[in-house]
């Protein structure tokens, strides 16, 4: 449900995973060839640092947390169906901008969102970003509808006074879509809405960093009145980017010095950040209510379909491999075409149909 960056196992099935998952890819880490205007690479990484976050439960509020880092492709994973919605209608986006944004920015992430369901009129090469969002449409409800294949940002509200504060908690977060609900032509969309709370980098976040970098949930009706779905990410470039920016900064070196990969767009905070974005996004369509599609036997610490295939973002990642990924001429690397020529770097998500984790920049 949550991002975090985890590459302990805590169990002897998640170990033996990582182990044959070792064994498959041990031999596909040295490829490096030449494709079109870019160059593909499979970098080793140094680990992002170890979370406490598994030793950290919400089932007072139902919350959760917990990450499990499964790589590659297992018939151990039990990624089970739980009877409840997806989002299966178009979905409408309603950003909320809590903090100081620089409207360079702010259009960089609505570059990526609005690359998700790409008009026809536009052709944007493959591998794309709307091809990503293929793997969340195979996800189904009882019904056999499939997550929506329309997404569209339909409004945006911003907080640049953080009247919330600069320290916001999971229940805080809930009063900032309030008064985004409240404040009109900003509507209670709980057919269709998605609020996605995007917070500025002086913004720091219950359990940010140490445990998460980004969470989705439900507003609760004795709070906000109706239960909408949401999400939250915030900017890491300057809070933990070696936690939340991952790949852009690892930890042991200089945010921009060897090991680090170079951002597509050359913003470690926005770049790392849309990642998050992503995999959020991904897991509140398949799990809005936390009761349709995870693994494992806890509802309050369900792993998603992000959850699955975190840290990985290309063909032959695992064991410190992030994938096989493109670099462009400028040393900048990126998984994946958006809108305006945009480039970026998403992870994959975990497929139903392969049973394996899946992108659009796969090899095979
Ligand atoms: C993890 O927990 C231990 C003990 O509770 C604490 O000393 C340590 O600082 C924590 N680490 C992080 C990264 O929060
Ligand atoms: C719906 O999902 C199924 C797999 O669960 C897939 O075979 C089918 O192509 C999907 N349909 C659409 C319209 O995406």
């Known amino acids: 449900m949550s991002t975090f960056l985890l590459f302990s196992t805590s169990s002897c099935a998640q170990l033996l995973i990582l182990i044959l998952f070792l064994a498959n890819h041990a031999q596909c880490h040295a490829t490096s060839k030449q494709h079109h205007h870019y160059t593909y690479h499979n970098p080793k ?4 640092p170890t979370t406490n976050h598994t030793d950290t439960k919400y089932e007072d509020k139902g919350e959760f947390t917990s990450s499990k880092r499964f ?11 739980h009877m409840g919605p997806v989002l299966s209608s ?14 360079s920015q702010q259009l960089l992430i609505k570059d990526f969102l609005l690359s998700i369901s790409t008009p026809h009129h536009q052709t944007i090469p493959s591998p794309s970003v709307s091809e990503w969002w293929h793997t969340v449409s195979y996800y189904t409800d009882q019904t056999g509808a499939n997550i929506s294949q329309s997404v569209l ?9 953080y ?9 805080t977060i809930q009063e900032v879509i309030i008064s985004a609900v409240r404040t009109k032509p900003f509507p209670v969309d709980h057919k269709n809405g998605i609020y996605l709370i995007l917070t500025s980098e002086d913004v720091s976040m219950q359990d940010y960093c140490r445990a998460v970098c980004g969470f989705h949930y439900f507003t609760f ?7 909408l779905p949401y ?16 790949p852009f900064a690892v930890p042991g070196y200089m945010k921009d010095g060897p090991g680090a990969l170079r951002p597509p767009n050359g913003d470690i905070g926005i770049d790392g950040m849309i990642s998050v974005i992503a995999h959020e996004l991904a897991e509140v369509s398949s799990n809005p209510l936390v009761n349709a599609w995870y693994a494992g036997e806890d509802p309050t610490a369900p792993t998603e379909i992000g959850d699955l295939c975190e840290g990985l973002y290309g063909s032959g990642g695992g064991g410190g491999y992030i994938g096989q990924i493109m670099k462009d001429r400028n040393g900048r690397s990126f998984n994946m075409n958006g809108r305006r020529g945009k480039k970026f770097l998403v992870q994959w ?15 095979d």
């Open 349 to 363: 998500i975990w497929s139903p149909v392969l049973k394996a984790c899946a992108g659009p920049n796969a090899l």
């Open 231 to 246: 999400a939250w990410v915030g900017n890491s470039g300057k809070q933990c980017p070696e936690v939340c920016a991952y």
């Open 90 to 103: 178009p979905i409408n986006i309603y950003l909320i901008w809590y903090g100081k944004w620089a409207p």
């Open 45 to 48: 990484l140094p680990p992002p």
């Open 163 to 171: 009247s919330h504060g600069k320290y916001l908690t999971r229940l």
């Open 153 to 161: 940002v339909v409004g945006e509200y911003s907080d640049t006074k």
């Open 71 to 81: 790589e590659g492709s297992s018939n151990l994973v039990d990624l089970k169906y």
């Open 221 to 227: 009706p004795s709070m906000v009145g109706y239960t």
